[in-house]
């Protein structure tokens, strides 16, 4: 290299150069982006590295702790058993000797600390519990706990050490790659830039002197690049530039033909002396020739239709006066043929004089008659909409007293279904209270003069009669809930559903029962009736796994797919592990007295699922189930969300 390159690329010229290149908002904007972008990608990655260093020496830690277990659980447990303190104080220590470890207790059987090591810090430490178990005579006993603390002090440590490395390294690195970056963009792209925005410059200021050229070699990789084709575009622009004066003042006398042709007449308005020149296309909107029509204001003024040529001359007037650049005006003219067109005339001031005032004003003429004639047709049809809205109203009255007489059949009807249903049921307990008194007469007075036969159908007979009355009692139930008015309010779901399943644990104190509730589950509705949904859900859930023990009952909330829609859904559900049925029957599920299995492997009346449907469409929810034989039942139901 020369002593001239040398000292064209000396540190002070390339800093001077720098300095240059960042000066423009556009250079700092770019230097500030690129260091801004590494330094984001430069943390990000930092912390990503710091992560999984942190990561892997917790998994250390973890597995040391599982170590100690593996390892010391055995010889630690026979210390214990044989009441070895001074063995069991030695081990403690040989664990302590491991790394990262700050803590171990070993705690007895009713959970008194025996012997520690160290000591216990709550904050920054990895706690490992872990039973004691000894083998006696081939019994394996539980005799105490150990309890092993690690410190993540140790971890910290190492990763402040590796943060300062780290980050020092990707700052350097960071500023050697931003720096590359920055003088490449300005070698190739910002020194053509600012020639390019000069040339601009001087198109603006109309100086069309000679193409545009830039300072760099052609060669076949740039020949078609981005400035390049910068460059072919404004020189481009730079010869339609030229030919545009031109086209521009030809195309300044032809406005007017170009107005004519889109169906518009034009005029124009030479204020001081009072003439207006009318278009051809004009005079033809009205019916007339080009000769027929003087260009003269006098013209408008005897068409026009005089309860709009006031008005219209004033608006015309006031444009003129208050010099405001535009006019706008719909009024009548007079045809040819003494017809009337509505007609839209747009204008403005084009010129004015030394004091301000307007010496010439331009506009067009529009035919709106058709637009008038439909907003006439649609006023006549708003209208006939309000008079017919009036006549929907008067209906709307008559149909609400209907309803209320409707309501009123309806609470009569309702009154009247509820004394026949009191009749029916007092009418059909009393030959059932008989059946069952002389049933039960008969089996105390003549048992002796009865065999076992007579004995088991006498049992038959009184059974199916209280069987009849519980059918007779839920019929009642069952029709009740389509009459009763609902109370519905925001309750805790969750609380009913404990104190429901603390009834079914007491009626069936000789069972193992677990039940889960979900707790904080809110309902909207009439909470009497769910709570008999819950009673019948929960109370079927312990009956059909009575040959279940432990018997496992959940109650909560969760995601499901709708089975009609097939859309998620968020539903309540009860599941359990009890007897579960065939799914191709469960069509007959909900219905009034049908039964899946026989009644004497599970009793009951068949209407509580019919009653739980009946509840849950009532609070606008829907019900299904899902089950397998020997797999349990869950029962899904979905509530109307509060308002």
């Given at each position: 290299?020369?002593?001239?390159?040398?000292?064209?690329?000396?540190?002070?010229?390339?800093?001077?150069?720098?300095?240059?290149?960042?000066?423009?908002?556009?250079?700092?904007?770019?230097?500030?982006?690129?260091l801004?972008?590494?330094?984001?990608?430069?943390?990000?990655?930092?912390?990503?590295?710091?992560?999984?260093?942190?990561?892997?020496?917790?998994?250390?830690?973890d597995?040391?702790?599982?170590?100690?277990?593996?390892?010391?659980?055995?010889?630690?447990?026979?210390?214990?058993?044989?009441?070895?303190?001074?063995?069991?104080?030695?081990?403690?220590?040989?664990?302590?000797?491991?790394?990262?470890?700050?803590?171990?207790?070993v705690?007895?059987?009713?959970?008194?600390?025996?012997?520690?090591?160290?000591?216990?810090?709550?904050?920054?430490?990895?706690?490992?519990?872990?039973?004691?178990?000894?083998?006696?005579?081939?019994?394996?006993?539980?005799?105490?706990?150990?309890?092993?603390?690690?410190?993540?002090?140790?971890?910290?440590?190492?990763?402040?050490?590796?943060?300062?490395?780290?980050?020092?390294?990707?700052?350097?690195?960071?500023?050697?790659?931003?720096?590359?970056?920055?003088?490449?963009?300005?070698?190739?792209?910002?020194?053509?830039?600012?020639?390019?925005?000069a040339?601009?410059?001087r198109?603006?200021?109309?100086?069309?002197?000679?193409?545009?050229?830039?300072?760099?070699?052609?060669?076949?990789?740039?020949?078609?690049?981005?400035?390049?084709?910068?460059?072919?575009?404004?020189?481009?622009?730079?010869?339609?530039?030229?030919?545009?004066?031109?086209?521009?003042?030809?195309?300044?006398?032809?406005?007017?033909?170009?107005?004519e042709?889109?169906?518009?007449?034009?005029?124009?308005?030479?204020?001081?002396?009072?003439?207006?020149?009318?278009?051809?296309r004009?005079?033809?909107?009205?019916?007339?020739?080009e000769?027929?029509?003087?260009?003269?204001l006098?013209?408008?003024?005897?068409?026009?239709?005089?309860?709009?040529?006031?008005?219209?001359?004033?608006i015309?007037?006031?444009?003129?006066?208050?010099?405001?650049?535009?006019?706008?005006?719909?009024?009548?003219?007079?045809?040819?043929?003494?017809?009337?067109?509505?007609?839209?005339?747009?204008?403005?001031?084009v010129?004015?004089?030394?004091?301000?005032?307007a010496?010439?004003?331009?506009?067009?003429?529009?035919?709106?008659?058709?637009?008038?004639?439909?907003?006439?047709?649609?006023?006549?049809?708003?209208?006939?909409t309000e008079?017919?809205?009036?006549a929907?109203r008067?209906a709307?009255?008559?149909?609400?007293?209907?309803?209320?007489?409707?309501?009123?059949?309806?609470?009569?009807?309702?009154?009247?279904?509820?004394?026949?249903?009191?009749?029916?049921?007092?009418?059909?307990?009393?030959?059932?209270?008989?059946?069952?008194?002389?049933?039960?007469a008969?089996?105390?007075?003549?048992?002796?003069?009865?065999?076992?036969?007579?004995?088991q159908?006498?049992?038959?007979?009184r059974?199916?009669?209280?069987?009849?009355?519980?059918?007779?009692?839920?019929?009642?139930?069952?029709?009740r809930?389509?009459?009763?008015?609902?109370?519905?309010?925001?309750?805790?779901?969750s609380?009913?559903?404990?104190t429901?399943?603390?009834?079914?644990?007491?009626a069936?104190?000789?069972?193992?029962?677990e039940?889960?509730?979900?707790?904080?589950?809110?309902?909207?509705?009439?909470?009497q009736?769910?709570?008999?949904?819950?009673?019948?859900?929960?109370?079927?859930?312990?009956?059909?796994?009575?040959?279940?023990?432990?018997?496992?009952?959940?109650?909560?909330?969760?995601?499901?797919?709708?089975?009609?829609?097939?859309l998620?859904?968020?539903?309540?559900?009860?599941?359990?592990?009890?007897?579960?049925?065939?799914?191709?029957?469960?069509?007959?599920?909900?219905?009034?007295?049908?039964?899946?299995?026989?009644?004497?492997?599970?009793?009951?009346?068949g209407?509580?699922?019919?009653?739980?449907?009946?509840?849950?469409?009532?609070?606008?929810?829907?019900?299904?189930?899902?089950?397998?034989v020997?797999?349990?039942?869950?029962?899904?139901?979905?509530?109307?969300?509060?308002?």
């Amino acid at each position: 290299m020369n002593n001239k390159s040398a000292r064209r690329w000396s540190l002070p010229a390339a800093l001077a150069w720098m300095r240059r290149s960042t000066s423009t908002n556009m250079g700092r904007r770019f230097t500030v982006l690129i260091l801004l972008f590494s330094s984001i990608v430069t943390l990000l990655a930092t912390a990503l590295q710091l992560e999984l260093e942190y990561r892997r020496d917790r998994r250390a830690i973890d597995t040391q702790l599982q170590q100690v277990r593996t390892s010391y659980a055995d010889s630690l447990a026979a210390s214990l058993w044989s009441a070895s303190m001074r063995d069991l104080n030695l081990q403690l220590q040989g664990v302590m000797r491991l790394p990262d470890l700050q803590f171990i207790e070993v705690d007895n059987e009713q959970n008194a600390p025996v012997a520690s090591v160290g000591t216990a810090r709550a904050p920054d430490v990895v706690t490992l519990d872990f039973p004691l178990t000894y083998v006696h005579r081939e019994r394996t006993l539980a005799i105490g706990r150990v309890r092993v603390q690690a410190s993540l002090n140790g971890a910290y440590r190492r990763l402040r050490e590796k943060v300062v490395a780290t980050l020092i390294l990707q700052t350097v690195y960071t500023f050697l790659v931003s720096l590359f970056i920055l003088i490449l963009f300005q070698l190739m792209v910002g020194r053509h830039l600012k020639r390019i925005a000069a040339y601009s410059d001087r198109l603006s200021a109309g100086q069309f002197d000679e193409p545009l050229r830039l300072e760099r070699r052609v060669s076949r990789a740039n020949a078609h690049d981005e400035l390049a084709q910068m460059v072919a575009a404004l020189n481009s622009m730079h010869q339609r530039v030229n030919s545009s004066f031109a086209d521009l003042r030809e195309s300044e006398s032809r406005w007017k033909f170009a107005l004519e042709g889109a169906g518009d007449g034009v005029w124009d308005y030479d204020v001081p002396r009072g003439t207006v020149f009318y278009s051809k296309r004009w005079k033809e909107m009205l019916g007339y020739a080009e000769h027929e029509l003087a260009d003269h204001l006098s013209t408008f003024e005897r068409l026009a239709h005089p309860d709009d040529m006031r008005e219209t001359m004033r608006i015309l007037q006031q444009n003129i006066d208050s010099g405001s650049s535009s006019f706008v005006s719909e009024h009548r003219m007079q045809c040819k043929d003494g017809s009337w067109k509505w007609i839209s005339s747009r204008g403005m001031v084009v010129e004015w004089d030394a004091q301000g005032h307007a010496t010439r004003m331009i506009g067009t003429h529009t035919d709106i008659s058709a637009r008038r004639a439909a907003e006439q047709e649609l006023a006549r049809l708003l209208a006939q909409t309000e008079q017919a809205h009036a006549a929907l109203r008067v209906a709307n009255d008559t149909m609400e007293s209907q309803v209320h007489e409707r309501t009123a059949q309806l609470e009569r009807a309702n009154q009247e279904l509820e004394a026949f249903s009191y009749s029916v049921s007092h009418d059909l307990r009393s030959p059932l209270r008989g059946i069952d008194g002389w049933s039960l007469a008969l089996q105390e007075d003549y048992a002796a003069l009865l065999d076992t036969q007579g004995q088991q159908y006498l049992g038959r007979v009184r059974s199916e009669t209280q069987r009849m009355g519980q059918l007779i009692d839920g019929m009642l139930e069952f029709s009740r809930l389509g009459r009763a008015a609902l109370a519905p309010r925001e309750f805790d779901l969750s609380a009913l559903a404990q104190t429901v399943a603390a009834r079914v644990r007491d009626a069936n104190r000789e069972r193992i029962i677990e039940f889960h509730i979900e707790a904080g589950l809110r309902g909207f509705g009439d909470e009497q009736l769910l709570e008999a949904v819950l009673h019948n859900l929960l109370e079927n859930a312990a009956k059909f796994t009575q040959q279940r023990t432990p018997a496992r009952i959940e109650f909560g909330r969760m995601q499901t797919a709708d089975p009609q829609s097939r859309l998620p859904v968020m539903a309540l559900f009860v599941r359990d592990n009890g007897a579960g049925f065939d799914m191709q029957y469960a069509a007959k599920l909900f219905g009034v007295f049908q039964r899946l299995h026989k009644s004497s492997e599970f009793p009951g009346t068949g209407i509580g699922l019919a009653t739980v449907q009946r509840i849950v469409q009532r609070h606008g929810g829907t019900i299904w189930a899902d089950a397998a034989v020997d797999q349990g039942a869950t029962f899904y139901f979905t509530l109307k969300e509060s308002p």
